[in-house]
Structures are given as structure tokens and as C-alpha cells.
């Protein structure tokens, strides 16, 4: 790379762009990240202590997790919730990306996307305040389903974890439907009418032609929901009752209320450990390499 | 098995474009019948009608005497051979050729037996554990035909799928699919814009224009007799000649045609004394030596172009309106006097000369 520029910036520019990403890369991302995981492995001391003999290295940090059964609650099921919530993305997001890709004409397609994309124009704290006002004992959704007769008495929907996977769904959504409908796109329209000309009905098209030509995408897009989701904080923080908290709320109680950075450090390391595991499974499941997702 | 097409009265409108004017065609039960036609002029809007990917804003689509209305294009009698052959890249060879077996619930061992035999049909056998993207233009064009005939469709609907081959290739596949369509004895309903296919493999060819059938004959016929001025000047080549018809005698018409005088020809369509014909005299009907009966136009010679087995001269008439003809000769008529500037005189059968009523442009 560093030849490819300087044969078109001359020497001192293109050791300049390098040396710039090279002092992004390792002072912004690389560096912070090695010190978070410098400082869970060691203990939270007062200032006086630090560097002092007090100052060792341990597995102590990691170990509060599996020794607090609550803490260790809470990550299982924000992993497991997370996974929900993909899964869930994934559902809605299918068909809809299905429709803008194949079946809606180019204008309708064109219309859906920007509806698509307008509300994200807005904060996501808003837009997930949003639905806490839709979600809420007495707000418009209870109404209008009894309005409708469909239930007797307005449903709980902010307690328990229900509000977070809704508010979840249509937080990611985008992040499922535009690497499907890319993926989607770029299938020859001939395949698909040549599935069905050969006898196949819709579900034997989808599952045998569309989707595994469409499984990067899908790959693509399940991983970054499920990062995404598993590191949510707002959402949460804002749809969430006490009884369904997010690990991510958990981390950010050790670092900025129990002021413990170590600690909150060896929690964060186990979910990025976690996460990371995940994609590896999903790139396994899907057989796909980096080299698709990245396409 | 009845497996004849009835287009009956069909007719398809997108909007308020008209994509195909009303027709009415039946093809025969293992005929190999061709709609040949420029692009754009709803030929791959049939074969769509009929596949079950549209349907007919009027008429229906009758297969084997069955109106195939509401019937879904993944329940339809007929298999379709795609322009770009659309084979299914992730799977192997034998999985794309078992595919519509596969979906018709055929045991693993059936599907075998039968790619097997269309492998062996198409001439690649042991191909089947290849992946498509392993195979060359002339071999995947094969695999795209062993899957279509492997659900055993009472009709085969072929839209251009020589299109993307080279010459060579091009001629070798349409005797082999000649071939199989005579082994297999079933439908064969080809698209085409190149009339040599058209004409080298059909049993009847449809002239379509403009969403509308002009004429549907066999490639004989078609070239002899063309009944519109469109079926004339697209098939095949041929010179037309602008002029008012002054007689009628027993199929000849006179038609007075400005500074050429009066010319003959047999009259195609209906053409009536005092309105506009066309003449069409095609360039290897011209003779340089007049015979008995033969009529002549005096013109002078602007290029000759040596093409091999024949050549051809471009000519402008001796009169000052210009009138361009092109000529046909055997290679054995050359000699170094035809050249730039010669006059010639042309002379034509009578019988070689068609008389289309209207003007050749309209």
C-alpha cells in the first residue's frame, strides 16, 4: 500500500497518510483497548497504591463475574437476548428486504428505503424514548388494542424484557435490511424464474436459491444486529424494567458509579470475548469467510 | 400427448403501452416453431405468457387444449432455456440437471438415473459433480438444456439462448438442438432477433413487429411469399422499390414507378388500381443478362464488395432519383469490368418480384 501512494503522492505525502492511520490505529483504538485489558487484570486500588506491592496481576477481576450469580444472570441473558433479538431482526427484515429487492418496482423501492431510513435521522435516544411512549401502560398501542376489543386491560409491555426486544427490533433493523437487500439485489432475477419454471413453489426458491446466494448478507447483517444489541446501553436503560438489565448496564454501573474501572474493565473484555465467539459460530453456521462479509 | 399452444386472442397491455396486439396463434404439438423479431417487439413477452410469468391483460394461453389461466408459472407443462441459461451457480452440475426432480419429490436415485442419461444426451457425461462456473459458454448451454428437459415439459420455451455463443458454436448447437428436439418429440418454442436460426430450424417461424404477428409460414414460404412489407425487408434482404399501381392481370400488378417506369411483380397482399405498392425484388434475383420475359432498370455501380462465395454490387439507378439496389452474384460472375461507375443493366423474372400494397416504410 505504501508503494501504491507514493508512485501517486511522492514519498513525503504517502509517509504522511500511513504514519496519520498508523497513529489512529495505535493511539485511539489499539492502545486504549490493550489498557483496558491491562487494567482487569489488576486490582482497584487508591492512587497512593498504585504501581505499589499491592499492584499484581490476577484473575480476580474475571472471577467476580462466576461468583456473583445475579451478574452472571445478566450476562447469560443479555447473550441469549441478543440472540433473540437477531433472530427476531432477521425475521422481519427478510421479506422486507425480499420485497424491495425483487418485487417492488424501482420507485416503490426507492420510496420504502428513504421511509426506511428517515426516522433514523433522529437520535437514537429519542427514537427509542419514542417507544416508550408508544409502549407505556396508558400510551397509544394499549389504547388502540382496546380500542380494537383485541385485549381487555392494557398490556405491561415496559416490564419484563418484552419493551427492549421491540425497541431492539427497530433500533437494528436498517443494519439487517441493507446487507440482505444488497445481497439480494445482486441475484440474476433468471434464478429465481428459473426456480419456479422448474416446479419449485416460493418456500423451495427461497430456500434452496435466494437465500444461499443471499447467506453473506444475512451473515452480515446478524452480526452486526447481534453486536449491536449485545453492547446496547439506551435501549435498555430506556425501555427496560429493573428486572430485565442489560450486561452493558452492569459495566457502566462498575466504571462511572462503583467507580471500579478494573472490575468494569474484566466485564467488558468477557462480553467482547463473547461477542467475538459469536460471529466465529455464526461464520461457521453459514459457512461463510471474511472475505464474503466483507463484500 | 397433446402438447400444442393455443395463443387464443391474447392480448397484453402494461399500462397503457400495448405490448402485444391482439393474436391468435396455435402451434402444434411437437412442432419447432420460432417468433423471430427485432428487440423490443414482444417476443419475450409470449414466451413469458406462456412460461406463467404474465398473464394475458385479454385472451388465455391453452396448453395441450388446457387454459392455463391461474395456473402458477411453478405448475406449468413447460421448462424454459433462459438468454443467459441462469443456471444455479452454488450448486454442482448434477444438482442444478435434478433440480426440478428434486422438487417433484424424486428419490435420490431416480434423480441420479435421470441426469445421468441427460448428461449422456447432451454429451457430458460424468460432468455432473462439476461446478457450473468449472464449465465453458458451449458446455453450460448443454447443462441448461439437460435441466429444462429434465422435468420432461410437454413444451420448451427457448428464449435466445444462442445469443451469448460465438459463431462456430453457434452453428454446432443449432443442429444439436434440431437434434434433440426430434429425439425428445416435444414443443420446441424458440425466441429469436437472428433469422438464420429462425429459418435453419423451424418448422414455422412468426414475424413479429411491434407487439404484432405479421405473419407466421413456414421459413420458405416466409422468405418466397412474405405478405407484409415489414415480413419483406426482415427477412432476408431485399430491395424495395416505391411506386403506383396503374394494372392488375390475373396476380401480376403493373406499378408505374416514377423515372423507373413501369415495373411487374406478383401481388402479395391485397393491392388495389391508383394506391401505393412497394415492389421487392431481392439482390440474387437480379440477372446481368436479360432473358425472355424479363424486365430491366438501367443503373450504374457504386461499390463492389467481394464476400467469398458471392459478391455484391451497389448500384444506383440511371435516373435522377437515385434509387439504390444491391445485387447478388455467384463468385464465379466476377470480372474485373464490374467495377465503380460501369451502367448495367438489371434484369428480374416477373415471378421473382412481389407487390406489397402500401408504402415499404409505413
Request: charged share 15%.
Amino acid at each position: 500500500m505504501l508503494n501504491q501512494l507514493k508512485a501517486r503522492f511522492g514519498s513525503g505525502l504517502a509517509i504522511g497518510i500511513v504514519g496519520m492511520i498508523a497513529i489512529w490505529l495505535i493511539a485511539l483504538v489499539i492502545m486504549p483497548q490493550l489498557l483496558m485489558v491491562d487494567y482487569s487484570f489488576r486490582p482497584n486500588l487508591l492512587p497512593a497504591d498504585i504501581g505499589g506491592p499491592k499492584d499484581t496481576y490476577s484473575l480476580v477481576n474475571y472471577e467476580t463475574l462466576f461468583s456473583n450469580q445475579i451478574h452472571l444472570k445478566i450476562f447469560f441473558k443479555t447473550i441469549w437476548s441478543s440472540v433473540l433479538v437477531t433472530a427476531l431482526t432477521l425475521i422481519v427484515s427478510y421479506p422486507i428486504a425480499f420485497y424491495l429487492a425483487k418485487v417492488a418496482t424501482p420507485q416503490k423501492a426507492a420510496l420504502c428505503l428513504l421511509l426506511l431510513i428517515i426516522p433514523f435521522w433522529i437520535n437514537e435516544i429519542l427514537r427509542t424514548f419514542s417507544w416508550y411512549i408508544i409502549l407505556a401502560y396508558k400510551g397509544p398501542l394499549n389504547a388502540a388494542l382496546l380500542g380494537l376489543g383485541l385485549i381487555d386491560r392494557p398490556i405491561r409491555f415496559l416490564s419484563g424484557d418484552g419493551g427492549v426486544l421491540i425497541g431492539m427490533v427497530y433500533a437494528y433493523i436498517l443494519f439487517m435490511i441493507f446487507p440482505i437487500y444488497n445481497a439480494i439485489e445482486s441475484l440474476d432475477t433468471n434464478q429465481i424464474k428459473a426456480a419456479r419454471n422448474l416446479g419449485a413453489g416460493w418456500i423451495r426458491t427461497h430456500w434452496r436459491v435466494i437465500i444461499p446466494h443471499a447467506k453473506p448478507g444475512i451473515a452480515t447483517g446478524c452480526i452486526m444486529t447481534f453486536m449491536l444489541a449485545a453492547g446496547s446501553y439506551a435501549v435498555p436503560a430506556l425501555l427496560g424494567s429493573p428486572g430485565s438489565r442489560w450486561f452493558t448496564q452492569i459495566i457502566y454501573n462498575w466504571f462511572f458509579e462503583g467507580g471500579n474501572w478494573n472490575q468494569g474493565a474484566a466485564y467488558a473484555f468477557l462480553l467482547l470475548v463473547i461477542c467475538i465467539g459469536f460471529i466465529a459460530l455464526v461464520m461457521r453456521v453459514f459457512k461463510v469467510g471474511l472475505g464474503d462479509i466483507a463484500r | 400427448m397433446d402438447s400444442s399452444v393455443h395463443l387464443d386472442n391474447v392480448v397484453m397491455q402494461f399500462g397503457d403501452f400495448t405490448a402485444i396486439q391482439k393474436s391468435d396463434l396455435k402451434i402444434e404439438s411437437g412442432e419447432f416453431f420460432s417468433f423471430l423479431g427485432p428487440s423490443g417487439c414482444g417476443k419475450t413477452t409470449i414466451l413469458n405468457m406462456i412460461s406463467g410469468f404474465l398473464d394475458p391483460t385479454e385472451g388465455c394461453v391453452k396448453i395441450g387444449g388446457q387454459d392455463m389461466a391461474g395456473v402458477p408459472a411453478n405448475k406449468r407443462p413447460t421448462s424454459m432455456i433462459f438468454q443467459n441459461l441462469a443456471l444455479f451457480p452454488l450448486m454442482t452440475v448434477a444438482e442444478n440437471i435434478e433440480f426440478g426432480l428434486e422438487v417433484r419429490g424424486v428419490s435420490k436415485s431416480e434423480r441420479k438415473k435421470a441426469s445421468d442419461r441427460l448428461l449422456e444426451l447432451v454429451a457430458l457425461e460424468g460432468s455432473g459433480h462439476k461446478k457450473v462456473s468449472e464449465l465453458s459458454g458451449g458446455q453450460k448451454q448443454r447443462i441448461a438444456i439437460a435441466r429444462a428437459l429434465a422435468v420432461e415439459p410437454q413444451v420448451l420455451l427457448l428464449d435466445e439462448p444462442l445469443s451469448a455463443l460465438d459463431l462456430k458454436l453457434r452453428q454446432h448447437m443449432r443442429t444439436e438442438l434440431k437434434e434433440i428436439q426430434r429425439k425428445t418429440g416435444i414443443t420446441f418454442i424458440y425466441i429469436t432477433h437472428d433469422q438464420g436460426e429462425a429459418l435453419t430450424m423451424s418448422d414455422r417461424v412468426a414475424v413479429m413487429s411491434a407487439g404484432r404477428i405479421q405473419q407466421v409460414a413456414d421459413p420458405i414460404t416466409l422468405y418466397r411469399d412474405p405478405k407484409t412489407a415489414f415480413v419483406a425487408s426482415f427477412v432476408g434482404e431485399n430491395n424495395a422499390i416505391q411506386g403506383k399501381v396503374e394494372r392488375i392481370d390475373s396476380g401480376i400488378a403493373e406499378i408505374h414507378c416514377g423515372e423507373l417506369g413501369v415495373l411487374k411483380g406478383r401481388v402479395q397482399s391485397s393491392v388495389a388500381v391508383g394506391e401505393e405498392a412497394t415492389l421487392f425484388i431481392r439482390p440474387e434475383h437480379f440477372r446481368l443478362q436479360a432473358e425472355e420475359g424479363m424486365l430491366s432498370i438501367a443503373v450504374e455501380i457504386e461499390e463492389v464488395n467481394f464476400e467469398g462465395a458471392y459478391l455484391t454490387l451497389s448500384t444506383s439507378t440511371a435516373a435522377a432519383s437515385k434509387q439504390n439496389l444491391t445485387i447478388q452474384l455467384g463468385a464465379h460472375q466476377y470480372n474485373d469490368d464490374l467495377a465503380k461507375g460501369k451502367a448495367l443493366s438489371l434484369s428480374y423474372n416477373v415471378s421473382d418480384a412481389i407487390v406489397i400494397g402500401g408504402d415499404s416504410n409505413a
